[in-house]
């Protein structure tokens, strides 16, 4: 079984996981000293979530619990996994052992393969609505998230040189695998950091115009795993983005 959290808020993040892996263990959860059932990946720590972080987690995992009666994978900020992590952990999600419970925490859904989220139960933790956002969670990952002015101004320029430009990076992909789903990260990296702001500012209209879009550059990354024709997969792309920006 899968459990997908989602929730602006980092700490409110960690607290309902911790919580609901503690319903599963049976016994309370020290931190500073887990459980020999429980197995964590945190996000906050590094920039990135790596394939190398979720095969180790799934290796542990393949064992009998020890004391209770599931083994627990649990990744806070599974929102930094790499797309090639994703990959890697859907495979387990999948075929999950009967004895093996995944809880993965976000700050939204599209942040993540929609393939992830479909096989995932989805809880939205629900705060009092008078509580202030924005929260430092949210002003420490603005901070987190690099700038990329390149991207800027790649999104500024007219379609007919935003294709020329598609077709200079398709060529370069041929001698240096993967600058186009580097592109494609940046590209979604830029309108995150927007997600966030406007998260903060609670403009409800501007939330799901990016949703939209950062959902598109998931399944446009997704796609590419796949082995879908790169040129013909951002070229696709960047005509939605067109049609949504403008």
């Known amino acids: ?69 599931y083994q627990i994978g649990l990744i806070f900020r599974s929102d930094r996994l790499t797309t090639e992590a994703q990959n890697a952990l859907l495979k387990s999600l999948e ?54 002015p390149a991207i800027g101004q790649f999104l500024e320029r007219d379609i007919v040189d935003k294709f020329l430009e598609i077709e200079e990076l398709v060529k370069k992909e041929k001698d240096s695998p993967g600058v186009v789903q580097d592109f494609l990260h940046e590209l979604q990296r830029y309108f995150r950091i927007q997600l966030i702001e406007a998260t903060e500012e609670k403009d409800i209209t501007e939330i799901k115009h990016l949703l939209s879009i950062t959902k598109k550059i998931s399944k446009t990354l997704f796609f590419i795993s796949k082995n879908a024709n790169k040129r013909l997969a951002l070229e696709n792309l960047i005509l939605q983005l067109e049609e949504s920006i403008m």
Do not use: W
């Open 1 to 69: 079984m899968t459990t997908l959290i989602i929730h602006p808020k980092i700490s409110i993040q960690r607290n309902t996981a911790l919580s609901i892996a503690q319903d599963y263990l049976e016994k309370p959860i020290d931190i500073k000293k887990l459980p020999p059932d429980l197995h964590i990946i945190d996000g906050a720590v590094g920039t990135s979530i790596g394939i190398d972080d979720v095969k180790t987690l799934i290796k542990e995992l393949q064992y009998q619990p020890y004391e209770a009666k």
């Open 95 to 148: 075929e999950p052992g009967e004895q093996t419970i995944f809880i993965l925490t976000t700050t939204h859904e599209q942040f993540l393969l929609p393939t992830i989220v479909s096989r995932a139960r989805k809880v939205y933790v629900r705060e009092n609505l008078d509580q202030e956002v924005p929260t430092q969670e949210l002003e420490d990952c603005i901070k987190e998230l690099p700038q990329s």
